[in-house]
C-alpha cells in the first residue's frame, strides 16, 4: 500500500501558507473557512479535502514506524457548507501494536468529539486499511459516506469509492442486533452517576460525561448465564494539563470488538488534533471513569498512559451500576 509521502511544501505556496497558520489553532476548518478556500483557490470540495492530506499528516505522532498518515473528515451542515476535521495516526511506544490509532479513526473522533452526527466524506491518502473499513462500518449512514482518494488526474485529483464496494459482505451492527450508530444521537439515553464524595472535582465529572456520551450499544454479559452486572460499558477519559484546559476522550465500540477506540486514544487524539503544540508532557491528570461491566478500560489506559507519561498514576472510578431500564 503506497502512501502518499509528499509534504505540505509541495502545495500552492498560497495555500501552504495559509494553512500553515491554520494548524497552529487546530486542525479544524470551519464552514467559513472552507468556503474561503474554496473561492480563493476556486477548488471543489473534494480536491481542498485531498489536498489537505499532508497537513493532516504533519498532525502524525509515529515514533514506532515512522509512517505518517493523514486523513480528512467532512460534516455537511444543514444549509449546504462543510466542516473539516484533520486526523492523524498515532502511536505508542511500549504498549501492544494495536494501541496504534489509525488517521482515519482520529479524523472520525476528532469530529464525534465536536459534537458532529454524520460524516459524509473521508479523504484519505490511500485506501483506508481493514481495520478502518470495520470502524467506518459502524458509522452513522456508513452507505452515504463517499470515501476520497487522491488521483494523478488534473481536472479532477481525486476518485470516489463507496464503504460498500470497499468492504463488501460486512460484519457489522445489526449482526447483533443493534439499531444504534457511531455519531448518531443514541437511543436511550444515559444517566451515569458516581459516588457522591466525588461528585464535586471537575475532571472527574468531565470523565463521567465523556463516560455517558459514549457509543456503547452493546450489551456486555448475558446475565442469564454469568449472574453479574449487565450494562454498557460506557467509560470516559478526562486529562487535565498544566494551563488547567480539560480534554476529554470517549469508548467508541465496534460491532467487531477489536476496531474499538478506547477512551485515551480518543482523548489524546482529540487533544493533539485540536490543540496540536501542546505536549502530552504538559498532562497532569489523567481520570478514567467506566461502568461496572465484564470488559474495561483499565489495563489499556494504563499501557498507553505509562507510554506517553511514565510518571503520572491513573486515577481511577467506576460508577454506580445504571439500575435495570436506565441504561
Ligand atoms: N495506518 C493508518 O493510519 N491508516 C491505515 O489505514 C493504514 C495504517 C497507520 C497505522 C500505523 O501507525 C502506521 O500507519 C503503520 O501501519
Ligand atoms: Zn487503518
Not at 146 to 175: V, Y
Amino acid at each position: 500500500m503506497e502512501k502518499d509521502r509528499s509534504t505540505a511544501q509541495e502545495f500552492p505556496r498560497k495555500m501552504g501558507h495559509q494553512l500553515g497558520g491554520i494548524l497552529q489553532s487546530g486542525g479544524r476548518l470551519s464552514a467559513q473557512q472552507v468556503c474561503d478556500y474554496m473561492t480563493s483557490l476556486e477548488i471543489d470540495l473534494e480536491t481542498l479535502m485531498v489536498m489537505m492530506l499532508p497537513f493532516a499528516a504533519e498532525l502524525s505522532i509515529a515514533p514506532i514506524s515512522h509512517f505518517s498518515v493523514g486523513a480528512v473528515a467532512a460534516s455537511i451542515n444543514q444549509d449546504g457548507s462543510a466542516t473539516l476535521y484533520l486526523g492523524a495516526n498515532m502511536e505508542f511506544q511500549k504498549s501492544p501494536l494495536s494501541s496504534s490509532l489509525h488517521a482515519e479513526q482520529a479524523a472520525i473522533n476528532h469530529a464525534w468529539l465536536h459534537g458532529e452526527s454524520s460524516i459524509d466524506f473521508l479523504a484519505t491518502s490511500a485506501a483506508p486499511c481493514g481495520y478502518c473499513r470495520q470502524f467506518l462500518n459502524e458509522l452513522h449512514r456508513s452507505e452515504q459516506l463517499q470515501i476520497l482518494l487522491p488521483s494523478d488526474n488534473e481536472e479532477q485529483p481525486w476518485t470516489t469509492e463507496t464503504l460498500g464496494s470497499l468492504l463488501p459482505n460486512a460484519f457489522g451492527p445489526l449482526h447483533l442486533g443493534v439499531k444504534d450508530r457511531l455519531l448518531a444521537p443514541p437511543s436511550s439515553p444515559c444517566h451515569l452517576q458516581l459516588h457522591h464524595s466525588q461528585s464535586n472535582d471537575p475532571v472527574i465529572q468531565s470523565a463521567l460525561q465523556a463516560a455517558s456520551l459514549s457509543y456503547a450499544p452493546y450489551v456486555i454479559g448475558a446475565s442469564s448465564i454469568t449472574n453479574k452486572t449487565c450494562s454498557p460499558a460506557y467509560a470516559g477519559v478526562a486529562l487535565q494539563t498544566e494551563d488547567g484546559e480539560i480534554y476529554c476522550g470517549r469508548h467508541a465500540m465496534n460491532a467487531a470488538h477489536n476496531p474499538s477506540l478506547s477512551p485515551l486514544q480518543s482523548a489524546l487524539s482529540f487533544m493533539k488534533m485540536s490543540h496540536p503544540s501542546t505536549s502530552f508532557q504538559t498532562i497532569t491528570r489523567c481520570v478514567l471513569v467506566e461502568t461496572p461491566t465484564l470488559v474495561s478500560q483499565k489495563q489499556i489506559t494504563e499501557s498507553i498512559l505509562s507510554s506517553i507519561a511514565p510518571e503520572l498514576g491513573l486515577e481511577y472510578y467506576l460508577t454506580d451500576s445504571p439500575s435495570e431500564g436506565e441504561k
